[in-house]
C-alpha cells in the first residue's frame, strides 16, 4: 500500500503516522505487539526511510 501522495495534501509522515494510528485502534495491531520494521514501513509506504522514523516520531 502506498501512500496516495498526490491525492492528499499533508505531508507523506503524517499519512503514515494517520495509516499506523488507525491500525492500532482497529486492532489491526495488537495492542504490545511490536510495530512493523522501519524497512519493511519504508518499502509498504513507497517512502523514504527519514519519512517513516519522523512518522514514527508523530505516534
Do not use: C, H, K, W
Request: charged share 20%; net charge neutral.
Amino acid at each position: 500500500m502506498t501512500l496516495p501522495l498526490e491525492e492528499d495534501s499533508r505531508p507523506p509522515y503524517l499519512q503514515a503516522a494517520e495509516v499506523l494510528r488507525t491500525e492500532i485502534l482497529v486492532g489491526d495491531l495488537a495492542p504490545g505487539s511490536r510495530l512493523p520494521s522501519a524497512r519493511l514501513l519504508q518499502a509498504r509506504f513507497g517512502v523514504s526511510s527519514s519519512t517513516v522514523q519522523n512518522a514514527l516520531r508523530v505516534l
